[in-house]
């Protein structure tokens, strides 16, 4: 039971990031026709200051629903793993039968996948990958209205559109791994791989 809603939350985040990078695919689409067609004048600009904010909007819920998503994989995780303690409890000669961990912490869950904890683990997930693309979003948006409001170059606008950019990167990872820790310590490790000190 808790495999299969396990590999549930796994499907729906790869369909949810699916959608969104094929909205991103064809607006960027739709973005060069309408370039093209218009010499980038102003009904390319009002078409992509209609678009941008939607796109933007788009991939925002598909990364908090991404991290929603993996805090529920993580609980079915440890449950899993906590499920292979109670048989190990009930029958210790079966320990060495399993080939995944039987602890329900952070660290033995992840050697169990055989990865290394590092503070850019958010990234590597479908919620960092989403964020990052939204924040790239968001730059482009940010960098079209200072031109089109300011009339400065291209070069000027690309300045506030990185600003932008990292800003939102900085504050949709800062809430990727503060809804991690909240969800961690709402679930305490019940069987830890190595004992805690006194």
């Not at 985040?13 to 218009?38: E, G, M, P």
């Not at 329900?104 to 958010?122: F, G, I, V, Y």
Request: hydrophobic share 55%; glycine share 6%; aromatic share 8%.
């Amino acid at each position: 039971m808790l495999q299969t809603a396990r590999a549930a939350t796994i499907q729906e985040a790869n369909q949810r990031a699916n959608l969104f990078l094929t909205s991103v695919s064809s607006a960027t689409i739709a973005l060069a026709f309408v370039a093209q067609v218009t010499q980038m004048g102003a009904p390319f600009v009002l078409f992509s200051l209609i678009l941008l904010p939607c796109l933007y909007f788009i991939g925002l819920v598909t990364f908090v629903r991404a991290v929603q998503v993996a805090i529920e994989d993580m609980v079915h995780a440890r449950g899993i793993a906590r499920a292979r303690h109670y048989y190990v409890e009930l029958a210790p000669s079966v320990e060495k039968y399993l080939v995944h961990a039987t602890h329900d912490d952070d660290e033995a869950l992840l050697t169990d996948k055989a990865l290394k904890p590092s503070r850019w683990q958010s990234f590597m997930s479908t919620a960092g990958l989403v964020s990052v693309i939204a924040s790239a979003i968001a730059g482009v948006f940010v960098g079209v209205v200072t031109k089109t409001l300011l009339g400065v170059t291209v070069g000027a606008a690309v300045v506030p559109g990185a600003i932008a950019f990292a800003v939102n990167v900085a504050l949709l990872r800062r809430y990727h791994v503060r809804s991690w820790a909240a969800a961690e310590h709402r679930l305490p490790v019940l069987f830890p791989s190595a004992p805690s000190g006194p």
